[in-house]
């Protein structure tokens, strides 16, 4: 994830919505357990990351950016992980 340290980084006001800090949603998307491409605009790259805020807890967080050519990152969702990502953590488990 090192494009991360040499993009430009802009935040949507949705993004402040459910009041998590920037910088735990920041942390969750650099150390993410786990992150996937969904359905997101044409000529963008939407990523959704699942991580912890920081690393004393076991709570996760749910990210999704929108990668911008040539380097821009785009936060517009950040909130307490929710249903709808959470299979992210278990993909490829035997159940």
């Known amino acids: 994830m090192c494009r991360t340290l040499v993009a430009g ?3 949507t006001r ?3 919505k459910h009041g998590v800090p920037r910088e735990d ?3 969750a998307m650099m150390h993410a357990d786990v992150s996937s491409e969904i ?3 044409p000529g963008e790259q939407t990523i959704v990351y699942v991580g912890h805020p920081h690393g004393q807890t076991e709570r996760y967080l ?3 950016a ?3 050519p ?3 990152i785009v936060i517009f969702h950040v909130m307490p992980l929710t249903g709808q990502f959470r299979y992210l953590l278990h993909e490829g488990e035997a159940q």
Request: overall charge negative; proline content about 5%.
């Open 14 to 16: 949705s993004a402040d």
């Open 62 to 64: 749910e990210v999704i």
């Open 39 to 41: 359905d997101g605009e």
């Open 9 to 11: 980084v802009e935040w």
């Open 70 to 72: 040539p380097r821009t």
């Open 66 to 68: 929108a990668h911008r």
């Open 25 to 27: 949603a920041l942390y």
